[in-house]
Structures are given as structure tokens and as C-alpha cells.
């Protein structure tokens, strides 16, 4: 390798550092401050590496709090949301890549920018006629609005770039449009599939501000009981940083699993050469 | 198999007429070739006999069956396309049951009609791969395996040797021709390559600018082209076209060159016309017209040399190997009864 060739490599390992260093210097304190004990953490100068770790603030968060009925929660919302929201989000966006129906695309991502409050007082007014508060059926169709809009977005970019002479090679051998969508548009799909649902696990997983306004005690997802061991005495660094990292791990660890997905996946597109 | 009859057929795409009345009578397992420069409407007249593009007036008839409202699946061709359209999730078999599945057909006929068609195709090895696995002489074979299998009326193949490269290009052109011998399937053929029309066709139809300027036997066409366009169109070198007019017995050229006629169309007298004379009907001959040489290449087997004559480049392609250079002064000589004349305005051939 030649001089130049080791500086220029040196010189983007430097510039990505510098690009993900406050994303990754604020993980890495996290990290730090749930294994650290309350005078570790308030201590100055501030310390990195405590001498005595702290691993009950972790088996506390198991403990207290319901934080298994929570996380449950979160799962049936999120699994929910993901599901409606791939089973009416793929077809629709094949329906608007196909027609070219780029209108009702904006309309689409316009609900999505909506202010979450300027719904949410209604929607919590009409689901608390139906009575439906004590359940999670609230914040499963809230997180709709965050799960259809992506799967849309991200199918109707998939479904663009899929050659259209496949679908006519469909017809022609036989296969009316219900098949061709099942059997040929769908399958080459696949990876924008395994995208998008990927990113609404992710968005509607991490909501807050849904369940801050329709979940009762007993129906709280996580980032919300997360809030909710704020009190305005006193904040405990140690429990809050190991329950903030708990909540993280499932989205964490499908992201880095589903990363080869993917890149596959967006890669893939070009469908010419098979 | 089937006839295919394309009556009085139009298409507009918006404002655009695309398609302006095109009739073409394609008899059963006849192989035609639907031939023009691009743009000219070929794709668009091949998609409306399968269905995939609407047919905006006229009427086309698969073995006497108007199909003018008939989806394409319910029409029973098969399609081949420029770039193969594989499906790429599935394999090679796959992609050849795709439509026999979905007629529900029984699976042992299914596999003897892929195996049939694979050993056609000599596909037997590659069953099992995908698309992406393959070479691309071998997509085009899978493509063309997905046609057979289904045994359609009628074939409809869209440029599918462009992607080729040259040398594989003329070696699939005679596997097709051979495939066609062998199925007798009628089919429509669309190419902007002439050489594949001459080479591959029974029947040629010259199309241009969504009109059709002649059907026709390919040497037919090459022999007695009906117009100045199929003239120019057919044949590699082109066609030497000259501009001036035409006197008893002779043709005088723009320059005032003066060229022997052996028959002179009573018609054509006096009026303005294009004289043309293919580049291998050219002679060196000392009572030709004299013109300096400005470029000569030999090819080995024939000598292509072009000359100046009356300020324009002539192509003549020589059998005999010459001994001529650059800037020369040579005499080249036309054999009359092979010299074509067409009317100066509209183009239409004045030669019987
Ligand atoms: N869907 C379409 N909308 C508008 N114009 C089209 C469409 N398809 C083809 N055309 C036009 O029709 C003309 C003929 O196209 P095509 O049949 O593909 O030509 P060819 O196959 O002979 O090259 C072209 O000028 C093309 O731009
Ligand atoms: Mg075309």
C-alpha cells in the first residue's frame, strides 16, 4: 500500500469517527452510567470506568415496575402495528407505484408529519366513548400512522424499480393480477419487505408520545414506564441509564442482525441481469 | 398454431399517433419479421398482438378470433422479451412451469414439457440455477424455453438477440431459424437489425414512422424495393442514391453526369428521381464514370471501395481485388438492368 493510499484511509477513519462519535460517545455514557453506582455518577471529574459495578440497577429494572407486563405490552403494540401495517401497506404500495399515484403519496406522507397531538385529544375522546382505554387496542391503531406511512414509502420504491416487463411476462403466461402481485411483484420484493418492516419495529417500538396520552398504568409500553420512573425529586442515573439500554436491546439487536438484509436488499435492485 | 391478421390498426398514445394503419396478413407458422429504425412503432405493434398495450382502432384476428378485448394471458402466445424478463426469485425450471402451474396443469406433464424444451434448448444442466447463475446466450435460451413449453399459437420475440453480443448474435439467429424449422410455430419477430430480417425472415414487413413501407420475401425487398426508404434500409453498404432527373435512356445527375438506363419508364420522362444502384452492382470499367477513390478497404473477400461522383460518395463493393490507392482516378460503370429509379417527391419506385 502505498503513502497516499494509507492517508487517505487514515483520513476517513478519522472523518467517520467524527461523524458517529456524539451518537457513539452518548451510548458508550450510557452504558457507563447504568453499571455505575449513584456517586459514581454524580461524581466530578466524571468517571468512566467505576471501581465497584453496579449490576442491580439492572436486576432492579427486572424487579420493580412491572417491567415484564410493560415490555409485553410493547411487543403486542408494536408487533401488532408492524403487521397491520405491512398487510396494508405492501399492497398499497404496489397499488400506488403501478398507477403512478403519486398524490395520494404526499397525502400519505402528510398524515404522517401531522403533529401527533393535533389527533390525539380526538382520537383519545372517541376511544374513551368506546371504552376501549383499558385495552391496547388504542395505541395498536395509533401506531398505524407511524407503521403504514414507511411500509408505503419504502414498498412504493421497491415495487418502482422492479422491471415491468416482469409483470407483463406474468400476464402474458397466465396470471391474473392477484397472482402476479402474490407470485412475481411480492417474492422480488422481499428485501424492501424485510426493510420496511424492520424500520416500523423501529419507529413504532421507540413512540412515546402515543402511549404518553392513551396507555393507562396498565397498559404502558416501555419507553413510556421508562418515563414514568422520572420523578422530580430526584433522577437515579444508574436505573434510568440500565432500563433507557433494556428497552434499546431488542431494537438494537434486530437492526444489527437484519443489517446484511439490508444492504443486500438495497442493493439488489437492479433486477436486469436476473 | 394460427394465422394472425392485423386489420387497419392504429394507436395513439395521448396526441402521439404512434401506430397509423398498419395491415399485415401473417399465415400459419409462417416466421415474420416486423423491421424499421427505432421509434418506428415495432415494440408497440408486437405488444398490441399480445394484449399488453390497447388497440386504439382496427382489428387483430389469432386464427380468426378477434382479439381485441382478450387479456393476454386468454390469448395463447408467448412472449419473449429484449431484456429475457426472468423471473429472478425462481430457477430455470421454474421459470419454465410458471405458466403450466398456473394453468394447473399435472405435474408429470409439466415435467415432461420442461424436459422437452430443455433438451431442445440444451438447458438440461442448468435447471437448477437462477437467473442471476447464468450466462446471458443462456437467459435468452431460458426465455425462449418458457415460450416453448407453453406451445402457444403464436410466438412474439421483441429484439431478444440485442443484448447479445455479435458473435452469439449470429449463432443464436440460426438457432431460432432452426427452432422454427422444428415447431412450426407461427411467429412475429421483432429486430431494428436488418441483416436479421434478411437472414432469419420468410416474410418481411418494413415499418417506419408507424406506417408499414413494404411486405415482402427478404429479396424481395432487396431486388424491388418499393421505395426510396426500403431501398436505403435494406442491404449493408447501403444503397447508392443519386439525385437528378430522367432523360430517354438516360439519367442525368444534379452535376449533369450523365448514366445509361436500359429501360426508361414513360412515366418517370423528364421528371425529377432519385437513381439508385446497389454498391455490389458497381463495376470498374473504362467507359464508366470517372470519380477519385477516397477511401478503399479490402475485407479479403471482396473489396469495398467508395469514389467521388458528382460530388457524392458511391460505394462499390468489388468481388476481384484491385490495385487502386487512395485519390486515384478510377472509372466505375453501373449494370443498367439492375439500376432502380424512384419519383424525387413521393419516393415510390418508378422501375418495374
Ligand atoms: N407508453 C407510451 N406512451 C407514449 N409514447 C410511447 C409509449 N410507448 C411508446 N411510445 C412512443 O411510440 C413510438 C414507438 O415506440 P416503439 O414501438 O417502442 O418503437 P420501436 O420498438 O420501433 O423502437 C416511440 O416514439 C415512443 O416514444
Ligand atoms: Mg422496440
Given at each position: 500500500m502505498s503513502l497516499a493510499k494509507i492517508f487517505r484511509k487514515l483520513g476517513l477513519v478519522f472523518a467517520v469517527f467524527l461523524i458517529v462519535s456524539p451518537a457513539l460517545l452518548f451510548f458508550i455514557w450510557m452504558v457507563s452510567l447504568s453499571v455505575k453506582f449513584e456517586i459514581d455518577n454524580g461524581a466530578y471529574p466524571p468517571i468512566l470506568i467505576p471501581e465497584h459495578f453496579a449490576w442491580k440497577n439492572y436486576t432492579s429494572v427486572f424487579e420493580s415496575n412491572n417491567f415484564l407486563l410493560y415490555f409485553k405490552n410493547s411487543i403486542i403494540v408494536t408487533g401488532a402495528a408492524t403487521l397491520f401495517g405491512l398487510i396494508v401497506g405492501v399492497p398499497a404500495g404496489y397499488g400506488i407505484a403501478r398507477m403512478n399515484a403519486q398524490k395520494s403519496a404526499i397525502i400519505i406522507m402528510i398524515a404522517r408529519m401531522t403533529p401527533g397531538l393535533s389527533f390525539l385529544i380526538p382520537l383519545f375522546l372517541i376511544f374513551k366513548g368506546l371504552d376501549m382505554l383499558g385495552t391496547l387496542w388504542p395505541q395498536i391503531?395509533?401506531?398505524?400512522?407511524?407503521?403504514?406511512p414507511i411500509v408505503i414509502w419504502i414498498m412504493i420504491g421497491y415495487f418502482?424499480?422492479?422491471?415491468?416487463?416482469?409483470?407483463?411476462?406474468?400476464?402474458?403466461?397466465?396470471?391474473?393480477?392477484?397472482q402476479i402481485f402474490m407470485k412475481v411483484a411480492m417474492p422480488i420484493a422481499k428485501p424492501g419487505i424485510v426493510v420496511s418492516f424492520i424500520l416500523s419495529v423501529i419507529f413504532s417500538w421507540n413512540n412515546f408520545v402515543f402511549g404518553v396520552v392513551l396507555a393507562s398504568r396498565e397498559t404502558r409500553t416501555l419507553p413510556v414506564a421508562i418515563y414514568n420512573m422520572l420523578s422530580f425529586e430526584q433522577v437515579s442515573w444508574g436505573p434510568l441509564a440500565a432500563a433507557a439500554l433494556i428497552v434499546t436491546l431488542p431494537v438494537l439487536i434486530l437492526t444489527v442482525a437484519a443489517q446484511r438484509q439490508i444492504v443486500a436488499g438495497l442493493t439488489a435492485g437492479a433486477v436486469k441481469g436476473g | 398454431m394460427a394465422a394472425v391478421q392485423i386489420a387497419d390498426v392504429r394507436k395513439t398514445f395521448g396526441t402521439t399517433h404512434v401506430i397509423r394503419g398498419v395491415d399485415v396478413d401473417i399465415e400459419d407458422g409462417e416466421f415474420v419479421i416486423l423491421v424499421g429504425p427505432s421509434g418506428c412503432g415495432k415494440s408497440t405493434l408486437l405488444r398490441m398482438i399480445a394484449g399488453l398495450e390497447s388497440i386504439t382502432s382496427g382489428e387483430i384476428r389469432i386464427g380468426n378470433r378477434v382479439v381485441n378485448d382478450v387479456p393476454p394471458k386468454d390469448r395463447d402466445i408467448a412472449m419473449v422479451f429484449q431484456n429475457y424478463a426472468l423471473y429472478p426469485h425462481m430457477n430455470v425450471a421454474d421459470n419454465m412451469a410458471f405458466s403450466l402451474k398456473l394453468k394447473n396443469a399435472p405435474k408429470s406433464e409439466i415435467e415432461t414439457r420442461i424436459n422437452r424444451a430443455a433438451t431442445i434448448l440444451g438447458l438440461t444442466e442448468l435447471l437448477d440455477r437462477y437467473p442471476r447463475q447464468l450466462s446471458g446466450g443462456q437467459r435468452q435460451r431460458v426465455a425462449m424455453g418458457r415460450a416453448i413449453v407453453r406451445?402457444?399459437?403464436?410466438?412474439?420475440?421483441?429484439?431478444?438477440?440485442?443484448?447479445?453480443?455479435?458473435k452469439l448474435r449470429v449463432s443464436m439467429r440460426a438457432e431460432i431459424k432452426d427452432l422454427h424449422q422444428r415447431l412450426k410455430t407461427t411467429t412475429v419477430y421483432?429486430?431494428?437489425?436488418?441483416?436479421e430480417a434478411m437472414t432469419m425472415a420468410e416474410k418481411i414487413v418494413v415499418m417506419h414512422d408507424g406506417i408499414v413501407e413494404q411486405i415482402g420475401a427478404p429479396l424481395e425487398l432487396y431486388d424491388h424495393p418499393a421505395n426510396l426508404f426500403v431501398a436505403c434500409f435494406i442491404g449493408s453498404p447501403s444503397m447508392n442514391v443519386l439525385k437528378g432527373r430522367v432523360e430517354l435512356g438516360e439519367f442525368i445527375t444534379a452535376g449533369g453526369v450523365r448514366l445509361p438506363l436500359e429501360k426508361t419508364?414513360?412515366?418517370?420522362l423528364g421528371k425529377p428521381a432519385v437513381y439508385g444502384v446497389r454498391p455490389e452492382h458497381l463495376k470498374l470499367s473504362a467507359d464508366g464514370v470517372p470519380g477519385k477513390v477516397l477511401v478503399i478497404e479490402p475485407t479479403g473477400s471482396e473489396t469495398q471501395v467508395v469514389v467521388e461522383v458528382d460530388g457524392q460518395p458511391i460505394t462499390c463493393l468489388l468481388r476481384e481485388r484491385v490495385a487502386i490507392q487512395r485519390g486515384d482516378t478510377i472509372s466505375v460503370r453501373a449494370d443498367p438492368a439492375l439500376v432502380h429509379l424512384f419519383d424525387a417527391e413521393t419516393g415510390k419506385r418508378l422501375t418495374d
Amino acid at each position: 500500500m502505498s503513502l497516499a493510499k494509507i492517508f487517505r484511509k487514515l483520513g476517513l477513519v478519522f472523518a467517520v469517527f467524527l461523524i458517529v462519535s456524539p451518537a457513539l460517545l452518548f451510548f458508550i455514557w450510557m452504558v457507563s452510567l447504568s453499571v455505575k453506582f449513584e456517586i459514581d455518577n454524580g461524581a466530578y471529574p466524571p468517571i468512566l470506568i467505576p471501581e465497584h459495578f453496579a449490576w442491580k440497577n439492572y436486576t432492579s429494572v427486572f424487579e420493580s415496575n412491572n417491567f415484564l407486563l410493560y415490555f409485553k405490552n410493547s411487543i403486542i403494540v408494536t408487533g401488532a402495528a408492524t403487521l397491520f401495517g405491512l398487510i396494508v401497506g405492501v399492497p398499497a404500495g404496489y397499488g400506488i407505484a403501478r398507477m403512478n399515484a403519486q398524490k395520494s403519496a404526499i397525502i400519505i406522507m402528510i398524515a404522517r408529519m401531522t403533529p401527533g397531538l393535533s389527533f390525539l385529544i380526538p382520537l383519545f375522546l372517541i376511544f374513551k366513548g368506546l371504552d376501549m382505554l383499558g385495552t391496547l387496542w388504542p395505541q395498536i391503531i395509533i401506531h398505524l400512522v407511524v407503521t403504514v406511512p414507511i411500509v408505503i414509502w419504502i414498498m412504493i420504491g421497491y415495487f418502482e424499480t422492479t422491471p415491468i416487463e416482469l409483470e407483463e411476462a406474468a400476464m402474458i403466461d397466465g396470471a391474473n393480477r392477484w397472482q402476479i402481485f402474490m407470485k412475481v411483484a411480492m417474492p422480488i420484493a422481499k428485501p424492501g419487505i424485510v426493510v420496511s418492516f424492520i424500520l416500523s419495529v423501529i419507529f413504532s417500538w421507540n413512540n412515546f408520545v402515543f402511549g404518553v396520552v392513551l396507555a393507562s398504568r396498565e397498559t404502558r409500553t416501555l419507553p413510556v414506564a421508562i418515563y414514568n420512573m422520572l420523578s422530580f425529586e430526584q433522577v437515579s442515573w444508574g436505573p434510568l441509564a440500565a432500563a433507557a439500554l433494556i428497552v434499546t436491546l431488542p431494537v438494537l439487536i434486530l437492526t444489527v442482525a437484519a443489517q446484511r438484509q439490508i444492504v443486500a436488499g438495497l442493493t439488489a435492485g437492479a433486477v436486469k441481469g436476473g | 398454431m394460427a394465422a394472425v391478421q392485423i386489420a387497419d390498426v392504429r394507436k395513439t398514445f395521448g396526441t402521439t399517433h404512434v401506430i397509423r394503419g398498419v395491415d399485415v396478413d401473417i399465415e400459419d407458422g409462417e416466421f415474420v419479421i416486423l423491421v424499421g429504425p427505432s421509434g418506428c412503432g415495432k415494440s408497440t405493434l408486437l405488444r398490441m398482438i399480445a394484449g399488453l398495450e390497447s388497440i386504439t382502432s382496427g382489428e387483430i384476428r389469432i386464427g380468426n378470433r378477434v382479439v381485441n378485448d382478450v387479456p393476454p394471458k386468454d390469448r395463447d402466445i408467448a412472449m419473449v422479451f429484449q431484456n429475457y424478463a426472468l423471473y429472478p426469485h425462481m430457477n430455470v425450471a421454474d421459470n419454465m412451469a410458471f405458466s403450466l402451474k398456473l394453468k394447473n396443469a399435472p405435474k408429470s406433464e409439466i415435467e415432461t414439457r420442461i424436459n422437452r424444451a430443455a433438451t431442445i434448448l440444451g438447458l438440461t444442466e442448468l435447471l437448477d440455477r437462477y437467473p442471476r447463475q447464468l450466462s446471458g446466450g443462456q437467459r435468452q435460451r431460458v426465455a425462449m424455453g418458457r415460450a416453448i413449453v407453453r406451445d402457444p399459437q403464436v410466438f412474439l420475440f421483441d429484439e431478444p438477440l440485442s443484448n447479445l453480443d455479435a458473435k452469439l448474435r449470429v449463432s443464436m439467429r440460426a438457432e431460432i431459424k432452426d427452432l422454427h424449422q422444428r415447431l412450426k410455430t407461427t411467429t412475429v419477430y421483432v429486430t431494428h437489425d436488418q441483416i436479421e430480417a434478411m437472414t432469419m425472415a420468410e416474410k418481411i414487413v418494413v415499418m417506419h414512422d408507424g406506417i408499414v413501407e413494404q411486405i415482402g420475401a427478404p429479396l424481395e425487398l432487396y431486388d424491388h424495393p418499393a421505395n426510396l426508404f426500403v431501398a436505403c434500409f435494406i442491404g449493408s453498404p447501403s444503397m447508392n442514391v443519386l439525385k437528378g432527373r430522367v432523360e430517354l435512356g438516360e439519367f442525368i445527375t444534379a452535376g449533369g453526369v450523365r448514366l445509361p438506363l436500359e429501360k426508361t419508364p414513360p412515366s418517370a420522362l423528364g421528371k425529377p428521381a432519385v437513381y439508385g444502384v446497389r454498391p455490389e452492382h458497381l463495376k470498374l470499367s473504362a467507359d464508366g464514370v470517372p470519380g477519385k477513390v477516397l477511401v478503399i478497404e479490402p475485407t479479403g473477400s471482396e473489396t469495398q471501395v467508395v469514389v467521388e461522383v458528382d460530388g457524392q460518395p458511391i460505394t462499390c463493393l468489388l468481388r476481384e481485388r484491385v490495385a487502386i490507392q487512395r485519390g486515384d482516378t478510377i472509372s466505375v460503370r453501373a449494370d443498367p438492368a439492375l439500376v432502380h429509379l424512384f419519383d424525387a417527391e413521393t419516393g415510390k419506385r418508378l422501375t418495374d
